[in-house]
């Protein structure tokens, strides 16, 4: 792909003439990410969970990125594989026109479809998670740096409930694919303040700013 960024002459607001592939970005109708609010109560598929351990740390220049060793995400009769992890700060999700100081993505792929499933959660400053902790004292400091991880599982980043909101959205950066079954859980996690700023040190503003909701469905499992 075309260089981007989040600021000036290639940042969000450019990203659609940036090149055609990234069309989607300024021409697409169901973009991400979207203020959460006005979901509508549904009998959605909850979410099961089975990661493992491991991957690499890798610092691409746009946020630290896990490529997971393994895992899968279950929603009903649905199974997707986890690809990668990563973070953004602040976070891109609103809800009801709130952000929060970072936000997790886990990128999940269904294999026979390519359809990718997002869990984004929301991370606030607060008590101290052991596992973000792990990563953010070892967070690679230079674009295209990368390491391995062994013994950190990314289920530690997940909070006791994984009540979601679901909806129909994009990738947040180029090329904007509208291709991925967002689902974002109500519960933040809290994370040591101190690892929040490890992390803005090295990425201090990766957020694509909210696009319009174009009337779509947000639907809530709760
Ligand atoms: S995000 O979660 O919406 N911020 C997001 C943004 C970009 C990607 C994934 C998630 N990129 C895609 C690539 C695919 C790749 C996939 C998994 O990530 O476009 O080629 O397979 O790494
Ligand atoms: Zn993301």
């Known amino acids: 792909g075309v260089h981007w960024s989040y600021e000036g002459q290639e940042g969000p607001e450019h990203w659609g003439s940036l090149s055609k592939e990234n069309s989607a970005c300024s021409a697409g109708s169901q973009q991400s990410p979207i203020d959460i609010t006005g ?3 549904a009998d959605i598929p909850d979410l099961a969970t ?3 351990s491991g991957g690499t740390m890798l610092n691409n220049g746009h946020t630290i990125e896990v490529k ?3 895992g899968t995400l279950k929603r009903g009769d649905k199974t997707y594989d986890l690809v990668q992890y990563h973070f953004h700060a602040p976070s891109e999700h609103l809800v009801d026109g709130k952000n929060f100081q970072m936000e ?5 792929k269904h294999a026979e479809t390519g359809a990718l499933g997002v869990v984004g959660v929301f991370m606030v400053p607060g008590a101290a998670n052991s596992t973000f902790a792990s990563l953010a004292e070892r967070f690679p400091q230079k674009a295209g740096e990368e390491i391995a991880l062994n013994g ?3 289920t530690g980043l997940l909070p006791a409930s994984l009540k979601y909101w679901a909806y129909e959205g994009s990738l947040t950066t ?5 291709i991925v079954d967002w689902m974002v859980a109500m519960d933040p996690i809290e994370v040591d303040p101190a690892d929040i700023k490890r992390f803005t040190a090295l990425h201090s503003m990766n957020a694509r700013p909210a696009v319009s909701g174009n009337r779509r469905y947000i639907l809530s499992s709760i």
Do not use: G, L, M, Q
């Not at 180029?174 to 509208?178: A, I, K, L, V």
């Open 39 to 41: 979901a509508i109560k």
């Open 50 to 52: 089975d990661w493992r």
């Open 68 to 70: 997971a060793a393994s």
């Open 104 to 108: 997790v993505h886990f990128v999940h």
């Open 152 to 154: 950190v599982d990314p």
């Open 174 to 178: 180029p090329p904007c694919s509208e």
